[in-house]
């Protein structure tokens, strides 16, 4: 009886470290996201161009 509760203990452990492997294996193959686009200008760029061009 000893030697059952051992062979299932043994299998189900084996088959969380298999899952756990294929989780990181998966994590590792998965390509990086794109860099995000440059921020346009911000508002206080805009206001001083306006500002510019209205004292022109």
Known sequence: MAVLNFLI???VVFL???GVNSLKQKEEDAPE???A???GPTEIDLLTEIRDALRK
């Open 33 to 35: 996201p794109a860099p």
């Open 37 to 39: 686009p440059a921020p």
């Open 16 to 18: 969380l470290v298999k």
């Open 9 to 11: 203990i043994a299998f």
